[in-house]
């Protein structure tokens, strides 16, 4: 019966780990480990990179282990963590989708997490729901708490600025009669930064200035 093959796969994301090797020394013996204790032909891939993203431009070498894994050239990914083939909840679970299909599986030393059992894929489920679900919690309390501050009058987001002989023009254009649009056309035709730095005026942004609160006193 011909041996079965696991990619190795070790990644680093700063330079100074990738010059001196340590972490993906420690990575690769590690797995090796694992893969010869089972009985499987290593292959050894290193990167260095960053896990937000799984792309082909921002990781090639991962790339170039999950098309061998596709083609059945190796049957099984092996890494110490989630977070060393990506950071991403969705997309791991994306992977996870596409190994059962193509038939084969992953090993992640360090989380005990093994799918080519049944118990281990149904542990990786789980890992990937708890990440979503701590995912969503987060963003649920930064959107009550953001909630809470504009409640209690804070302003949010990068605060507006314009010359207040800006705002001046503005308020005398309008109350000489001139329309939104006439204001907006004659400042962006002056080559008047907005306040948040624009080239562009638009009578929406006119009617902003004459009615927020920032500018009431001026």
């Given at each position: 019966?011909?041996k079965?093959?696991?990619?190795?796969?070790?990644?680093?994301?700063?330079?100074?780990?990738?010059?001196?090797?340590?972490?993906?020394?420690?990575?690769?013996n590690?797995l090796t480990?694992?893969?010869?204790?089972r009985?499987?032909?290593?292959r050894?891939?290193?990167?260095?990179?960053?896990?937000k993203?799984m792309?082909?431009?921002?990781?090639?070498?991962?790339?170039?282990a999950?098309?061998?894994?596709?083609?059945g050239?190796?049957?099984y990914?092996?890494?110490?963590?989630?977070?060393?083939?990506?950071?991403?909840?969705?997309?791991?679970?994306?992977?996870?989708?596409?190994?059962?299909?193509?038939?084969?599986?992953?090993?992640?030393?360090?989380?005990?997490?093994?799918?080519?059992?049944?118990?281990?894929?149904?542990?990786?489920?789980v890992?990937?729901?708890?990440?979503?679900?701590?995912?969503?919690?987060i963003?649920?309390?930064?959107?009550?708490?953001?909630?809470?501050?504009?409640?209690?009058?804070?302003?949010?987001?990068?605060?507006?600025?314009?010359?207040?002989?800006?705002?001046?023009?503005?308020?005398?254009?309008?109350?000489?009669?001139?329309?939104?649009?006439?204001?907006?056309?004659g400042?962006t035709?002056?080559?008047?930064?907005?306040?948040?730095?624009?080239?562009?005026?638009?009578?929406?942004?006119?009617?902003?200035?004459?009615?927020?609160d920032?500018?009431?006193k001026?």
């Amino acid at each position: 019966m011909k041996k079965q093959t696991a990619i190795v796969y070790a990644r680093v994301s700063t330079e100074e780990q990738a010059k001196n090797g340590a972490s993906l020394d420690a990575q690769v013996n590690v797995l090796t480990q694992v893969a010869e204790e089972r009985g499987w032909n290593v292959r050894i891939i290193r990167e260095q990179a960053s896990g937000k993203s799984m792309t082909p431009r921002a990781r090639p070498l991962l790339n170039v282990a999950l098309k061998e894994l596709s083609n059945g050239e190796a049957q099984y990914l092996l890494a110490v963590r989630i977070d060393r083939i990506s950071r991403n909840v969705e997309e791991f679970a994306r992977l996870m989708t596409i190994s059962r299909k193509q038939g084969w599986a992953m090993v992640l030393s360090e989380m005990d997490l093994d799918t080519t059992t049944s118990q281990g894929e149904f542990m990786a489920n789980v890992q990937i729901s708890v990440a979503q679900y701590e995912r969503r919690l987060i963003g649920d309390r930064t959107k009550a708490g953001l909630a809470q501050r504009k409640a209690e009058g804070v302003q949010l987001g990068r605060r507006a600025s314009l010359p207040v002989d800006i705002v001046k023009r503005i308020k005398q254009e309008r109350a000489t009669g001139s329309t939104l649009s006439a204001i907006a056309q004659g400042l962006t035709d002056d080559n008047v930064p907005t306040a948040q730095g624009g080239k562009r005026w638009y009578p929406s942004t006119i009617k902003k200035v004459l009615e927020s609160d920032i500018w009431s006193k001026i």
